[in-house]
């Protein structure tokens, strides 16, 4: 009787010290949204060029700890004027993530460096309003980013990010080129 009382204890005690430590391994699917900048890196331009467009990106993932999740995401880049053509660009990305943080409090609250690699599937289109030619050429390269990551509670977090679609183009458009994205946005674990 006595021997079971003591490991009764014993297994309640570790029980207590593994809940806290259960709590802050998040794990679990999420939804995101992102919004801010995009910038074509294409070069040889002629005037009017204007390399700066709008980027939206769409996101979900699964964490599977608190190291290590994988995302989908669909971002729009937006339009951008390059000479006479205007330069749409849209992608589909399939990404690991790995974060690198501290919990800061109770409640799930916590700041986390993040890095992004994938593979990401784009399609950039040039428009020439004057000739009402259209040229579009589909990419299938890498992408990568950088970013810090901000845990406001167990289901809710901020996001600031930098992240590149590598050699976006060619094929028709004759030339590629990187296109980098800056964009902050909130994430919702379910």
Request: aromatic share 10%; glycine share 16%.
């Amino acid at each position: 009787m006595k021997s079971t009382a003591i490991i009764a204890v014993l297994g309640l005690a570790a029980a207590a010290f593994a809940a806290p430590a259960a709590a802050q391994t998040t794990r679990g699917g999420y939804l995101g949204f992102n919004v801010g900048q995009s910038k074509f890196n294409f070069s040889g331009c002629s005037s009017p060029c204007d390399d700066k467009g709008r980027d939206y990106k769409l996101f979900g993932g699964f964490q599977f700890n608190r190291y290590a999740a994988l995302e989908v995401g669909y971002s729009d880049m937006g339009k951008t004027t390059f000479g006479a053509s205007r330069l749409k660009a849209t992608a589909w990305e399939l990404s690991g993530v790995g974060t690198w943080g501290v919990p800061m409090g109770a409640g799930g609250m916590g700041l986390s460096l993040l890095g992004r690699l994938g593979l990401y599937n784009g399609e950039v289109t040039a428009e020439t309003p004057s000739t009402g030619a259209t040229l579009k050429h589909g990419t299938t390269d890498l992408t990568y980013g950088v970013g810090i990551q901000a845990d406001l509670s167990r289901i809710l977090s901020a996001r600031a990010e930098w992240q590149r679609f590598s050699k976006m183009g060619g094929g028709g458009l004759g030339t590629k080129a990187d296109i980098d994205t800056l964009t902050v946005g909130a994430l919702w674990r379910f």
